[in-house]
Nanobody, 121 residues
């Protein structure tokens, strides 16, 4: 069973910073793309940023220049450094990973349980 455990959410003032972490655990062969999505109340879950095994990144336009995604492959961990936070960044942030459990099977999508980020004065 593959599990994704997020940490680092919380309450921060506008203009502040937070760093989210997500570690994958369990028995698996490898991890392909990892990333972060977010969901605000009443809205769809939307892409924030993704990163491939070789470090290629993709960001939502709304976070470009403010958020940075990175990963530590040896630790099966992905990070999201969030700077210059705005009230509209308030959402539950979900970790995502494409995990290949065994070499003979295609990778499957896994999600964390989510961590709340609230930006408010």
């Amino acid at each position: 069973q593959v599990q994704l455990a997020e940490s680092g959410g919380g309450l921060v003032q506008p203009g502040g910073s937070l760093r989210l972490s997500c570690a994958a655990s369990g028995r698996f062969f490898g991890i392909k793309t990892m990333g972060w999505y977010r969901q605000a109340p009443g809205l769809q879950r939307l892409l924030v940023a993704t990163i491939t095994t070789d470090g290629s990144t993709n960001y939502a336009d709304s976070v470009k220049g403010r958020f940075t995604i990175s990963r530590a492959n040896a630790k099966n961990t992905v990070y999201l450094q969030m700077n210059s936070l705005k009230p509209e960044d308030t959402a539950v942030y979900y970790c995502y990973a494409q995990v290949q459990v065994v070499p003979s099977r295609a990778a499957s999508d896994y999600w964390g349980q989510g961590t709340q980020v609230t930006v408010s004065s």
